[in-house]
T-cell receptor
Framework: GAVVSQHPSWVICKSGTSVKIECRSL??????MFWYRQFPKQSLMLMAT?????????EQGVEKDKFLINHASLTLSTLTVTSAHPEDSSFYIC?????????????FGPGTRLTVL | GENVEQHPSTLSVQEGDSAVIKCTYS??????FPWYKQELGKRPQLIID?????GEKKDQRIAVTLNKTAKHFSLHITETQPEDSAVYFC????????FGAGTRLTVKP
């Protein structure tokens, strides 16, 4: 099956700093990648949809200036949490869709656990 | 937008029994319905999916049914085993995927 990697797997940072998370599709090209946030014992909440070569589409309530998304190539999307605060601490997971069809499977990365002190 | 509801939130069964998790969705345009299993601290793993042109799909001990008219779909796990214990999420997708709240399944030996 398709493999999606994420880096780093965990990060601890000080309040006010920025953190970049990378999501890569290793064995396929992904025109669309998705970023989710998952708080403990909760479901995955879609933050934004990232399309290669265009601006990301953010969900309502997600600040685009705080969560910067770049999808510069067909195998890489990045999420930058700017000026992180303790309430941004969460499990961030990306996923990638193999093809354009909405009925195609999304494969998830292993997630990045962000802790903001 | 799409809204997915999932029940129950927790489910405890005895090993060997069956487990059923139900989801409803609101957007009739949704055409893809995957089920994911997530263990603590790990990524969601796709266990089965169904597309809107199919009413039922089975893969060994796991089956999914879809009722498009009623806008609900269900996951059935038969002959449950302790290793089936995890959180299960349903999802509905058209252009993007929305998840249910999850069901914590515990299979007691």
């Amino acid at each position: 099956g398709a493999v999606v990697s994420q880096h780093p797997s965990w990060v601890i940072c000080k309040s006010g700093t920025s953190v970049k998370i990378e999501c890569r599709s290793l064995d396929f090209q992904a025109t669309t990648m998705f970023w989710y946030r998952q708080f403990p014992k909760q479901s995955l909440m879609l933050m934004a949809t990232s399309n290669e070569g265009s601006k990301a589409t953010y969900e309502q309530g997600v600040e685009k200036d705080k969560f910067l998304i770049n999808h510069a190539s067909l195998t890489l999307s990045t999420l930058t949490v700017t000026s992180a605060h303790p309430e941004d601490s969460s499990f961030y997971i990306c996923s990638a869709r193999v093809a354009e069809l909405s009925t195609d499977t999304q494969y998830f990365g292993p997630g990045t656990r962000l802790t903001v002190l | 937008g799409e809204n997915v509801e999932q029940h129950p939130s927790t489910l405890s069964v005895q090993e060997g029994d069956s487990a059923v998790i139900k989801c409803t969705y609101s957007d009739s345009a949704s055409n893809y319905f995957p089920w994911y299993k997530q263990e603590l601290g790990k990524r969601p793993q796709l266990i089965i999916d169904i597309r809107s042109n199919v009413g039922e799909k089975k893969d060994q001990r796991i089956a999914v049914t879809l009722n498009k008219t009623a806008k609900h779909f269900s996951l059935h796990i038969t002959e449950t085993q302790p290793e089936d214990s995890a959180v299960y999420f349903c999802a509905a997708s058209y252009n993007d995927m929305r998840f249910g709240a999850g069901t914590r399944l515990t299979v007691k030996p």
